[in-house]
C-alpha cells in the first residue's frame, strides 16, 4: 500500500518558536495533501489542504498566518506552526491523495507538538 | 459534504464478529464510502473502501446496500488489536472536495 511518513515524530519547543513538519509520499505522487489536527480523545479536525503548487486552502478558524503549508512537489508538503504557543500542542496529521477518483487518503504516522 | 453518523462506542469479545454501521443519507452519486482505522497517537489506517453492493478483503467485509444511504463494516473474529476507533468516510476524488471527519466509533474488544 502506499506509505506517508511524517518528520518528526515528536517535537517539544519553547513558547515562541516555529516548528516544522514535514509530509512526504513514498512511493506515489500525492496531488493533494491534508493537514489535521487531533486533540486527546477527539476526531481528526481538517486544516488545510494543499494542491503541488498553489496555495493552500485553509477551513474557517484556521489561521492561515500561524500555520504555513508549503507543498512545493508532488511528494513533500510542510507545514510550519509559527510562534507557537502553550494552545498549538496537539497531534498534527497530514495525509496523501493520489489522482484517481475514489479519494482515498493515506495518511502519515502523525505529529505530537508539545509547546512548553 | 456527505455527513456521517456513527455509533460512539461498540463493545466486543475475542472471537466474535463486530459490524459497525455508518448512515450516510445524503450520499452523491460520485461517492465511495471509505473506512479507516486509528490507534492512540498514531495516524488512520486504510481497511477498506466500497462504491456499493459488498467488498471483501484480508481483514474486512464491508456491506452497502442498494441505496447506499448506509454502510456496515464487519470485522470477523476480532482480537485485542483490533480495539481502535474506526471511522467511516464518504467522498470522491472531485475537485474541491474535502474529507470530514465524524466522531468515529470507539471499538473496545475484551478477552
Known amino acids: 500500500g502506499a506509505v506517508v511518513s511524517q518528520h518528526p515524530s515528536r517535537v517539544i519547543c519553547k513558547s515562541g518558536t516555529s516548528v516544522k513538519i514535514e509530509c512526504r509520499s513514498l512511493?506515489?505522487?500525492?496531488?493533494?495533501m491534508f493537514w489535521y489536527r487531533q486533540f486527546p480523545k477527539k476526531s481528526l479536525m481538517l486544516m488545510a489542504t494543499?494542491?503541488?503548487?498553489?496555495?493552500?486552502?485553509?477551513e474557517q478558524g484556521v489561521e492561515k498566518d500561524k500555520f504555513l503549508i508549503n507543498h512545493a512537489s508532488l511528494t513533500l508538503s510542510t507545514l510550519t506552526v509559527t510562534s507557537a504557543h502553550p494552545e498549538d500542542s496537539s497531534f498534527y496529521i497530514c495525509?496523501?491523495?493520489?489522482?484517481?477518483?475514489?479519494?482515498?487518503?493515506?495518511f502519515g504516522p502523525g505529529t505530537r507538538l508539545t509547546v512548553l | 459534504l456527505a455527513k456521517t453518523t456513527q455509533p460512539i462506542s461498540m463493545d466486543s469479545y475475542e472471537g466474535q464478529e463486530v459490524n459497525i454501521t455508518c448512515s450516510h443519507n445524503?450520499?452523491?452519486?460520485?461517492?465511495?464510502i471509505t473506512w479507516y482505522q486509528q490507534f492512540p497517537s498514531q495516524g488512520p489506517r486504510f481497511i477498506i473502501q466500497?462504491?456499493?453492493t459488498k467488498v471483501t478483503n484480508e481483514v474486512a467485509s464491508l456491506f452497502i446496500p442498494a441505496d447506499r444511504k448506509s454502510s456496515t463494516l464487519s470485522l470477523p473474529r476480532v482480537s485485542l488489536s483490533d480495539t481502535a476507533v474506526y471511522y467511516c468516510?464518504?467522498?470522491?476524488?472531485?475537485?474541491?472536495?474535502?474529507?470530514?471527519f465524524g466522531a468515529g466509533t470507539r471499538l473496545f474488544v475484551k478477552a
Open positions: 466500497g462504491y456499493k
Open positions: 495525509s496523501a491523495r493520489g489522482s484517481d477518483s475514489t479519494d482515498t487518503q493515506y
Open positions: 512511493d506515489f505522487q500525492a496531488t493533494t
Open positions: 468516510l464518504v467522498g470522491a476524488n472531485t475537485g474541491g472536495f474535502k474529507t470530514i
Open positions: 494543499s494542491n503541488e503548487g498553489s496555495k493552500a486552502t485553509y
Open positions: 445524503n450520499i452523491a452519486t460520485n461517492d465511495y
